[in-house]
Structure formats: C-alpha cells, structure tokens
Nanobody, 117 residues
Framework: QVQLVEPGGGLVQAGGSLRLSCTASGITFRFNAMAWYRQVPGKQRELVAASSSRGTTNYADSVKGRFTISRDNGKNTVYLQMNSLKPEDTAVYYC???????????WGQGTQVTVSS
C-alpha cells in the first residue's frame, strides 16, 4: 500500500519560513519524481516545485528564489523549504510521487499552509 505522509504545515506570518516534509512508503522512492503542488479553493491545483529521480529541480515562477525542494532517498522523504512567505502562498500543499516508467502517480493527503499579512 502506497502512502505519502505530510506532517507540518501551519500558520506563519508574512516574511517567515516553513518547511514541509513528505515521507513515502510502498514505493521505490529513488525511482520516483517527487513534487509539491498547491491548491486554493476554486482554482486548479498548480505545480510548485519538482525533483526528478536524478535530482533535477524546477520551480513555478512565483516561488523561484524563495522555495527549495530537496530529497533524501535514504529516508524516502522530500522536503519543501519555504522562505519569504507571502499571503498568496496560502494554500493546501500536496506531495506527489510519479513513476514515469509505468505512468503511475500518487498523492499525499495535503497540508494547510496559511500566511498571515
């Protein structure tokens, strides 16, 4: 059974920092691309940051220079370090694992991040 567990999230003031983590089980973590998405009510889920299985990263323009995605294959965990947070970063953040070889993806349950002004 595949599980992506995302503790963390919470309330932070604008300009502050927060680190999200997502620990996977039931998959061969190192073979999966890992990503963070976010969603606000009434809008589509959007990609925030991604890390390929080889560690190549890419970011949404809105978070470049502020957010950093990293992964620890030994701990089956992906992180999202969020700095200089803005109220518009408020959203539910979802962890995603994607195994391109068999075109299969999995989602975490989501964690709320709220940035107050």
């Amino acid at each position: 059974q595949v599980q992506l567990v995302e503790p963390g999230g919470g309330l932070v003031q604008a300009g502050g920092s927060l680190r999200l983590s997502c620990t996977a089980s039931g998959i061969t973590f190192r073979f999966n691309a890992m990503a963070w998405y976010r969603q606000v009510p009434g809008k589509q889920r959007e990609l925030v940051a991604a890390s390929s299985s080889r560690g190549t990263t890419n970011y949404a323009d809105s978070v470049k220079g502020r957010f950093t995605i990293s992964r620890d294959n030994g701990k089956n965990t992906v992180y999202l370090q969020m700095n200089s947070l803005k109220p518009e970063d408020t959203a539910v953040y979802y962890c995603n694992a994607y195994y391109s070889t068999i075109d299969v993806g999995y989602w975490g349950q989501g964690t709320q991040v709220t940035v107050s002004s």
